[in-house]
Nanobody, 129 residues
Framework: VQLQASGGGLVQPGESLRLSCAVS????????LGWFRQAPGKEREFVAA????????NYADSVNGRFTIVRDDDKNTFYLQMNSLKSEDTAVYYC???????????????????????WGKGTQVTVSS
């Protein structure tokens, strides 16, 4: 099982990036998926989550309206489109997946960063002028 995050890099404030999380070893269609990040000297925090149907998306207040989480089950991959990036978005970004009985439970687990079935290795995003 592997979740491979990619797409990070160095960008200027106001620019965009799209992160990808390519999954191998299981099919994501029954899983809720999420993105998290950890900035230097800070604890890891929840960023975004999407339900297994794709109909429910949750975002941290700090990224709501700027970031979009998208899933492509055919490609077994999910994405985080990040627009209007700010310096405070600088962090290592991680992807994760959880198999939960209900959407509500999955979203709760994501926000609490607990009970994830799989975690990926991170990709560095640096926003700096």
């Amino acid at each position: 099982v592997q979740l491979q995050a990619s797409g990070g890099g160095l960008v200027q404030p106001g620019e965009s990036l799209r992160l990808s999380c390519a999954v191998s070893g299981f099919y994501i269609n029954n899983y809720s998926l999420g993105w998290f990040r950890q900035a230097p000297g800070k604890e890891r925090e929840f960023v975004a989550a999407i339900s297994k149907s794709g109909n429910t998306r949750n975002y941290a207040d700090s990224v709501n309206g700027r970031f979009t989480i998208v899933r492509d089950d055919d490609k077994n991959t999910f994405y985080l489109q990040m627009n209007s990036l700010k310096s405070e978005d600088t962090a290592v970004y991680y992807c994760a997946a959880v198999l939960a009985r209900t959407t509500a439970l999955a979203m709760d687990l994501m926000k609490k960063q607990t009970g994830m079935d799989y975690w990926g290795k991170g990709t560095q995003v640096t926003v700096s002028s």
